[in-house]
């Protein structure tokens, strides 16, 4: 079985500072990991995904996850926030070959100007 | 529909009452989740169709819940003698297989109360 801890249920950040979102997941087989977001009254996006190669992957928008197996973590982070990324971010887990999705409780992010 | 579908999007109903929540997933698409979210608690997976395979329900809280997947697309979760623990978010996904392009699209959830 697969687990995710993300430690910070909420992370208030001043517009254009840097942001890290911790996540650690626990797992005894290989997995693909990803983060969702989901904004103000909105579904859950995608918003990136590891599944195998290059450790650090990136997202459209500006926010980059780096899989550190050693470490078995995989943060979210972004350089400069904007205040349009108020929003809640779950990581995710799933084992190799498996669809299931195991979620963290999720970070609210909170920008202000 | 481009995107996964649920309906209703709210859903107020009273304790002890039935329930059931309806999920048009992406054509084509062969695997089908339901996830629960409730305030604090993130998601919390309940059951998972994967084509003509038997549904994994490891998921489902109590005999109470129960859901199905007709010809291979739409499908329902149904909640009978709901109470008041029930009222969260319920959110469905689809996706076009197993592994690596296992992608999930969620749909925007139907929020349940109990009163």
């Known amino acids: 079985a697969q687990s995710v801890t993300q430690l910070d249920s909420q992370v208030p950040v001043f517009e254009e500072a840097p942001v890290e979102l911790r996540c650690n997941y626990s797992s005894s087989v290989s997995v693909y990991l990803f983060w969702y977001v989901q904004y103000p009254n909105q579904g859950l996006q995608l918003l990136l995904k590891y599944l195998s190669g290059s450790t650090l992957v990136e997202s459209i928008n500006g926010f980059e996850a780096e899989f550190n197996k050693s470490q078995t973590s995989f943060h979210l982070r972004k350089p400069s926030v904007h205040i349009s990324d108020t929003a809640e971010y779950f990581c995710a887990v799933s084992a190799l070959g498996y669809s299931t999705l195991t979620f963290g409780k999720g970070t609210m992010l909170l920008v202000s100007p | 529909g481009a995107g996964v579908s649920q309906s209703p999007s709210n859903k107020v109903t009273e304790k002890g009452k039935d329930v059931e929540l309806r999920c048009d997933p992406i054509?084509?698409?062969?695997?089908l989740y339901w996830y629960r979210q409730s305030l604090g608690q993130g998601l919390e997976f309940l059951i998972y169709f994967q084509g003509n395979s038997a549904p994994d329900k490891s998921g489902l809280p109590s005999d109470r819940f129960s859901a199905e997947r007709t010809g291979g697309s739409v499908s329902t979760l149904t909640i009978q003698r709901t109470q008041q623990e029930d009222s969260a978010v319920y959110l469905c996904a689809s996706s076009l297989a197993r592994g690596r392009r296992a992608e999930a699209f969620f749909g925007q959830g139907t929020r349940l109360t109990v009163v």
């Open positions: 054509s084509g698409h062969t695997a």
